[in-house]
T-cell receptor, first 111, second 113 residues
Framework: NAGVTQTPKFRILKIGQSMTLQCAQD?????MYWYRQDPGMGLKLIYYSVGAGITDKGEVPNGYNVSRSTTEDFPLRLELAAPSQTSVYFC??????????FGPGTRLTVL | KNQVEQSPQSLIILEGKNCTLQCNYTVSPFSNLRWYKQDTGRGPVSLTIMTFSENTKSNGRYTATLDADTKQSSLHITASQLSDSASYIC????????????FGTGTRLLVSP
């Protein structure tokens, strides 16, 4: 099993550009999550999904969108990138409210 | 406000020595407490998960304790190895339908040869 995979590993965006961060898991987990980790701060939940077709906002959803058309995939869309979105983004998955398994992260810089 | 505070922020120890990391939380209602290890440039990896009724849980050289009355937890690392160099994150789960996780900022541990 590959676990949770994320692409790309690194990305530099210009202000106002858009991009999609990809996340996939092969553990048949029903719950998936997107977090951001800023320097010196704890992880913050952006969006989560409890199953295909169901998504909900976390603590810091502004500027982001998600979709969950399949159990395996949970892409995160950034529209009109801003410097405040410079961060490391982690995708995670779990079987219901159990242990969360994290991907390797995507380091995003917005200039 | 639900918060998780960890101390110290950073720590340097010699290889082979023991150390203890601290976590205080104000999360309510409480569901469980988790310790994660995060290597530089990697995602967090779960070490232990403890529920309200568990006082101690071990995972190899890692032993976590929980005092739900004082809302404190500790992570003890025995006979440290160079590979233990990482950030250790305390995470508390709220006892809601979704079980939102509240993350601490982590303790950065450096094990020196």
């Amino acid at each position: 099993n590959a676990g949770v995979t994320q692409t790309p590993k690194f990305r530099i965006l210009k202000i106002g550009q858009s991009m999609t961060l990809q996340c996939a898991q092969d553990m048949n987990h029903n719950y998936m999550y997107w977090y951001r980790q800023d320097p010196g701060m704890g992880l913050k939940l952006i969006y989560y999904s409890v199953g295909a077709g169901i998504t909900d906002k976390g603590e810091v959803p502004n500027g982001y969108n998600v979709s969950r058309s399949t159990t395996e995939d949970f892409p995160l869309r950034l529209e009109l990138a801003a410097p405040s979105q410079t961060s490391v983004y982690f995708c995670a998955s779990s079987y219901s409210t159990g242990e969360q398994f994290f991907g390797p992260g995507t380091r995003l810089t917005v200039l | 406000k639900n918060q998780v505070e960890q101390s110290p922020q950073s720590l340097i120890i010699l290889e082979g020595k023991n150390c203890t990391l601290q976590c205080n939380y104000t999360v309510s209602p409480f569901s469980n407490l988790r310790w994660y290890k995060q290597d530089t440039g990697r995602g967090p990896v779960s070490l232990t998960i403890m529920t309200f009724s568990e006082n101690t849980k071990s995972n190899g050289r890692y032993t976590a304790t929980l005092d739900a009355d004082t809302k404190q937890s500790s992570l003890h690392i025995t006979a440290s190895q160079l590979s233990d160099s990482a950030s250790y994150i305390c995470v508390v789960s709220e006892n809601t339908g979704f079980q939102k996780l509240v993350f601490g900022t982590g303790t950065r541990l450096l094990v020196s040869p």
